[in-house]
């Protein structure tokens, strides 16, 4: 796999080599329904101490988890007083996904929300780096994509700073190559 860098600067096509994705069938877990707690732990995140987090994207794969879950956090955030200013879908398989990665970044929200399985949001977010002016640190996804195999789908740097919930209302985040997950607040190990 090329790096983000190389991706970034390369005239080549950001989509994943076909023999990663050949390596990695069957592997990628589907999406899961979110949980309720899930939901409240990416309304957290993004509405913490000094947050001045108003608008956002929401982006979704076309599976009806990821529907259902972009759907929830959309009503649930409007509700708060925040302003949902596009809905986004993506196949898990495209040509570019350059088209769903200018609609999901063309009126820069504060934050983009993100439901999807892991091989689609993989090569959206390859799309997202090399094509706009996306930020993975101002992200945040539901569980289905916590998963190393995300970063070695997207490449070791594509998405660091992304973080996420899990279904249990723990956090996980993308350091470089590395995806690591925290228990709820006030559970210990």
């Known amino acids: 796999m090329s790096s983000p860098t190389e991706q970034h600067d390369s005239p080549r096509s950001p989509l994943i080599d076909a023999a990663d994705l050949v390596a990695y069938a069957g592997r990628l877990p589907a999406p899961q329904p979110h949980t309720e707690a899930e939901l409240a732990t990416l309304i957290r995140l993004l509405t913490g101490p000094k947050s001045q987090i108003e608008t956002v994207a929401i982006g979704h794969g076309r599976d009806d988890a990821s529907r259902a879950a972009a759907r929830a956090f959309a009503r649930a955030w409007t509700a708060r007083g925040g302003q949902v200013l596009t809905v986004v879908d993506w196949p898990e398989t495209a040509a ?12 820069t929200p504060d934050a983009w929300v993100i439901a999807a399985a892991v091989l689609g949001f993989a090569q959206l977010a390859r799309r997202l780096r090399r094509s706009t002016d996306f930020d993975p640190a101002r992200t945040v996804a539901f569980s289905s994509p916590n998963t190393p ?34 228990p709820p607040s006030g559970v210990t190990a």
């Open 96 to 107: 570019s996904w350059l088209r769903p990665a200018r609609r999901l970044t063309a009126e």
């Open 149 to 182: 195999l995300l970063t070695a789908l997207a490449g070791p740097d594509t998405l660091s700073g992304l973080r996420g919930a899990s279904a249990d209302g723990g956090v996980w985040e993308v350091r470089g190559a590395w995806v690591t997950s925290y």
